[in-house]
């Protein structure tokens, strides 16, 4: 890369083709500092993803991780991948592949940067001030002109991450997601008292869904960290991957990379195990962070249909343990107005985008603008409908 490209002759440029090649702890110091940090983000998470396949060149996710330093330390860093499709990002731009298609001009590859298959909000533009982030983003851009990307794609940032792109001019994108808070001042004593705050037709059919469950001889266990074995790892990718099978879909991550998450990042997981009779039936897995007390609602499968074991399974026992355990916040991941009606209010996402072809730009600035005014409206009549008896403060 042109080092002129980047407005600072304060910053050495590197972009790194295998994760692996990173310092590790200067990678977590760098992420430990910024607004919104989540294990999704750490080294071990990200070199999961591409020791064991899931996210590398053979995929249509080449590593192309930028790092900043000054003097020789880590200073700006961001996990960037050279995109070959738009799979597993959760911010869809198909629509705009098939213009370019339509002008016969590429629209691979693109610079993307995002956690491959996550769709959470975090920190990504890893930096320690804002002259670091506005270098880091002037590198990305730099990249994606050095191998003729389409542009970048910034997904699911920070607000700090959105403010900085915003100062870079890049063209801002909305989107919601549906997420549990915890009540505000001691929280929930308890499920019980979760479920009276809520309106009572959502209680009464949340009820009747455990009812159903119990009813059926399912049990639910809930193992964290260590508790998790490596045989608890085959059993939940069994699981995963049948889940996958049956919606006609391959999944994207394989046995390898939880194991080694679970080895890596023990203190980071929460599993729910479904058990009918002697046999484990489903699974489904958690994300946590105890130290800001947040858990992730990230993948579920089942190897046997129970009715509204899913539900019970990926909501009702997660948040009813974020309660007893006095966590704050609860993600149930991308999509899924049903969530509403189990106490998950919508929250809006951003993602951010850097357009190379100046036509196109003016273009998708136009179509994120009317996008844009849609998700407002969108959020305003979601509001309407809260699940509570009185909207939590």
């Not at 592949?97 to 001009?105: E, F, G, I, T, V």
Request: hydrophobic fraction near 45%; glycine fraction near 8%; proline fraction near 6%.
């Amino acid at each position: 890369m042109d080092k002129d490209d980047v407005d600072s002759a304060d910053y050495s440029i590197e972009v790194c083709a295998d994760p692996a090649a990173i310092a590790a702890d200067a990678w977590n110091t760098l992420l430990a500092a910024q607004s919104e940090p989540t294990p999704f983000m750490r080294h071990e998470f990200l070199l999961a993803l591409h020791a064991g396949g899931c996210a590398a060149a053979a995929t249509g996710w080449a590593p192309r991780f930028v790092l900043l330093r000054r003097q020789g330390r880590l200073v700006a860093a961001a996990p960037a991948w050279l995109k070959a499709h738009s799979w597993g990002e959760y911010v869809f731009d198909w629509a705009w592949a098939q213009a370019y298609q339509r002008h016969a001009l590429p629209y691979y590859p693109k610079l993307v940067v995002a956690v491959p298959f996550t769709p959470v909000r975090g920190s990504r533009l890893l930096a320690e001030d804002g002259a670091a982030r506005q270098a880091l983003l002037a590198a990305l851009q730099a990249l994606a002109r050095q191998e003729d990307a389409s542009g970048v794609h910034l997904l699911f940032g920070d607000a700090v991450d959105q403010t900085a792109a915003g100062a870079a001019r890049w063209l801002p994108r909305h989107g919601v997601q549906f997420h549990w808070q915890n009540r505000p001042g001691e929280g929930w004593p308890d499920w019980p008292a979760y479920l009276a705050d809520l309106k009572r037709d959502k209680r009464k059919k949340i009820q009747q869904e455990q009812r159903r469950v119990a009813q059926a001889g399912v049990a639910l266990q809930v193992l964290e960290g260590p508790a998790i074995r490596d045989e608890d790892w085959a059993f939940f990718h069994r699981c995963y991957t049948a889940t996958y099978l049956a919606h006609g879909h391959a999944p994207y991550l394989d046995e390898a990379f939880f194991q080694r998450v679970g080895r890596t990042l023990p203190a980071h997981w929460l599993m729910v195990v479904a058990t009918q009779g002697e046999a484990r039936i489903a699974a489904s897995l958690l994300a946590i962070d105890r130290a800001r007390g947040i858990a992730w609602g990230r993948h579920w499968g089942a190897l046997a249909q129970v009715p509204c074991l899913h539900f019970d399974a990926c909501y009702y026992r997660p948040l009813e343990w974020c309660i007893d355990q006095g966590f704050q916040r609860f993600e149930g991941g991308a999509q899924g107005e049903h969530k509403m009606a189990r106490g998950l209010l919508p929250e809006p996402t951003g993602s951010a985008h850097w357009i190379a072809h100046t036509g196109f730009a003016e273009a998708i600035a136009d179509h994120l603008g009317r996008e844009g005014r849609g998700i407002e409206a969108y959020l305003d009549e979601l509001g309407e409908h809260s699940p509570f008896k009185a909207a939590p403060a």
